[in-house]
């Protein structure tokens, strides 16, 4: 056999979740021997796509080189993962070389189902289509909402699980905010289609976005799917299921539509061993440990945890695994686990961010005193922090492994930490 590269451990992914637990488990142990597989040559820091569709933030300040953020002494495979062998402790690349391992950190992100709507990927970016889950889509949101003076805006949102929950509103507040400001809001149909059943998951925080779902008149449409789109006729189809679970399908017309993908774990977790029944990374929600195989760890957007896929989860999940693995290695101590938390600074309009924070089961998890941030209302603190403060902190902080607000609580703490993203 050829023979393969072996390391203590092998980071699937070099994302905000890889390149943060890489950096957090040197902080631990600078000796460790540990390799990041990467096929991609770009880092994004994807939390501020929405500000950058809002016209809030420059795109380039999104991006960086990943050698820039690898942490020194990691070794950078620049390969894509295309399958795993855990019973023999290998990773296979996509080359067809093997990767062996100690131990195995499975973070690589989610896919973007961009294909699963009929006739999206010929007309994305272009004919009024944007989306700001891409780095170069979501300028194209900000020149649609600038250039819209009239007609109808289209706003969707899949299926969950998909990757911060919230993205689809804010595009949404920030896009009528800016039509408001200018005066051209009264000449806009604006509709939600949300193939969930309900405006946000956690019921603590609908009635503020409630209050700019009237002051922006727009129109709510549940269980409703994205099915279909014609971009040069500017057409778009939605299914929805009725009471008798008959699918209706119905054409709507837009001038301007801002589309969320359906959402996977990657094909080659999906297809791998590691997976659940629906794909996911299987994992302990509570330790990330893998249910079947003590030597891995999951965490972030794949794994199915039952969390919200958001920057400020991964922010709290890293220290957790990185403990945890340490601990495997050795060091005496209690466990670390994971309380579920994650956040989403919902945008509602330009400088005012509603900060949603929860953790499993939809519990509020706040990380500032309730009179700093005034809980479940619009502040323009919450802003400042969103778009002043959590780019740095996720730059030079949470990259480089500094676990500021973020410290791994152990099975016999009581206290809480907190982390916004």
């Known amino acids: 056999m050829k023979p393969f590269a072996q390391h203590q451990v092998v980071i699937i992914g070099g994302g905000a979740a890889g390149i943060s637990v890489a950096a957090s488990l ?104 944007t989306s700001n889950y891409g ?51 009264d000449q806009i149909d604006v509709s939600f289609h949300n193939a969930g059943a309900v405006l946000f998951g956690v019921e603590a925080y609908v009635p503020a976005l409630m209050e700019y779902i009237k002051r922006y008149d727009i129109s709510l449409n549940f269980n409703e799917s994205l099915v279909a789109i014609d971009g040069p006729a500017k057409k778009a189809w939605f299914e929805r299921k009725d009471a008798e679970g008959k699918v209706q399908r119905r054409e709507d017309q837009f001038d301007m539509i801002h589309v969320v993908p359906p959402q996977s774990a990657p094909d080659f977790v999906a297809n791998s061993p590691l997976a659940d029944v629906a794909g996911w990374v299987d994992v302990d929600q509570e330790s990330m440990r893998h249910k079947r195989y003590a030597n891995i760890y999951g965490l972030g957007d794949a794994c199915n945890a039952p969390n919200a896929k958001t920057a400020a989860a991964v922010r709290q999940q890293v220290p957790v695994v990185a403990h945890n693995l340490i601990r495997d290695m050795g060091k005496t101590g209690s466990p670390a686990y994971y309380t579920g938390y994650g956040s989403c600074p919902l945008t509602v309009q330009r400088g005012k961010i509603v900060l949603a924070e929860f953790g499993y089961g939809g519990k509020l998890e706040p990380t500032f005193p309730t009179w700093f941030l005034q809980g479940m209302r619009p502040t323009w603190k919450a802003w400042f922090l969103k778009k002043t403060l959590l780019p740095p902190i996720y730059w030079h902080l949470m990259l480089k492994g500094r676990e500021w607000l973020a410290k791994p609580k152990l099975k016999q703490e009581t206290a809480t930490n907190g982390a916004s993203s």
């Open 26 to 129: 040197l902080q631990r142990n600078r000796h460790l021997d540990i390799a990041i597989v990467e096929p991609n040559e770009t880092h994004y820091y994807q939390p501020a796509w929405t500000l950058v569709g809002g016209g809030a933030f420059r795109p380039a300040a999104t991006r960086r080189a990943m050698h820039d953020v690898i942490p020194r002494g990691v070794k950078w495979i620049r390969a894509a993962a295309a399958g795993f062998h855990p019973d023999v402790n290998r990773v296979e690349l996509a080359d067809g070389e093997q990767v062996g391992y100690d131990y195995l950190i499975v973070a690589p992100g989610i896919r973007l189902g961009w294909d699963r709507i009929e006739g999206l990927v010929d007309t994305l970016g272009a004919n009024g289509v």
């Open 135 to 185: 780095y170069k889509l979501a300028p194209y949101t900000w020149e649609l909402v600038q250039n819209l003076k009239s007609g109808r805006a289209l706003f969707t949102q899949p299926p969950m699980p998909i990757k911060c929950a919230g993205a689809p509103q804010k595009a949404m507040y920030l896009s009528c905010d800016a039509w408001r400001r200018r005066g051209v809001l």
